[in-house]
């Protein structure tokens, strides 16, 4: 599975910035696909995920009521819309892929695709 994660940028705080995520198949009718983060000198981070059947989702407690995860089987891809940005945001976001997987995999090594990250930059 190859996924591509594209969307980052410098943004101000309070503002939105959307991400996505293309997969070169058709990953959604049996992948769970999640958005991680890493800021410098921290562990990779669960943002949050959805589900390979229906749309339920998931989301980290840093980021819940402030981000949107979101999915597009037509186009193969899937969104992260951050509203309410905090310089804590900051980090390089992935994307992340798993076959019959949970949206509650919250440890980043309970996912095996994943594509090359994008940087996010929140200034205050």
């Known amino acids: 599975v190859q996924l591509q994660a594209f969307g980052g940028g410098l943004v101000q705080t309070g503002g939105s910035l959307r991400l996505s995520c293309a997969a070169w198949?058709?990953?959604?009718?049996?992948?769970?696909l999640g958005w991680f983060r890493q800021a410098p000198g921290k562990e990779r981070e669960f943002v949050a995920a959805?589900?390979?059947?229906?749309?339920?989702?998931n989301y980290g407690d840093p980021v819940n009521g402030r981000f949107t995860i979101s999915k597009d089987s037509a186009k193969n891809t899937v969104y992260l819309q951050m509203n309410g940005l905090k310089p804590e945001d900051t980090a390089v976001y992935y994307c992340?892929?798993?076959?019959?997987?949970?949206?509650?995999?919250?440890?980043?090594?309970?996912?095996?695709?994943w594509g090359q990250g994008t940087l996010v930059t929140v200034s205050s």
């Open positions: 992340a892929a798993e076959r019959y997987g949970s949206i509650r995999y919250y440890r980043w090594d309970r996912w095996d695709y």
């Open positions: 198949e058709d990953t959604f009718s049996t992948y769970a």
């Open positions: 959805v589900g390979w059947a229906g749309d339920s989702t």
